[in-house]
């Protein structure tokens, strides 16, 4: 069943979230169980939100590990929830 993956990013800027995605971007369009991203800057509370869909837990948690939490600035630590979907068109 796909899921939800929320990170809420805690100190990260507009220029640290654009780094790493330069680093994972072609790695993520073609991981294993990957369906979508969307990130956007919630400025007032000083974090970046970033939502994943994909095909399951397991496979988000593999690409985390391998290509994201490499490449975060230092000091940066994602706060990630997951929510099981009941659908997912494309």
Do not use: C
């Given at each position: 069943m796909?899921?939800?993956v929320s990170s809420k990013v805690k100190g990260q800027t507009r220029e640290g979230y654009d780094k790493v995605l330069v680093?994972?971007?072609d790695s993520l369009k073609t991981a294993p169980g990957f369906i979508m991203h969307c990130a956007f800057p919630v400025a007032e509370e000083?974090?970046?939100q970033v939502h994943e869909v994909w095909q399951s837990k397991a496979e988000a948690d593999?690409?985390?590990a391998k290509y994201i939490a490499p490449?975060?600035?230092k000091g940066?630590?994602?706060k990630r929830s997951y929510q099981e979907l009941h659908s997912c068109e494309k």
């Open positions: 796909a899921v939800l680093f994972v971007k000083d974090f970046w593999i690409f985390f490449n975060l600035p940066i630590y994602p």
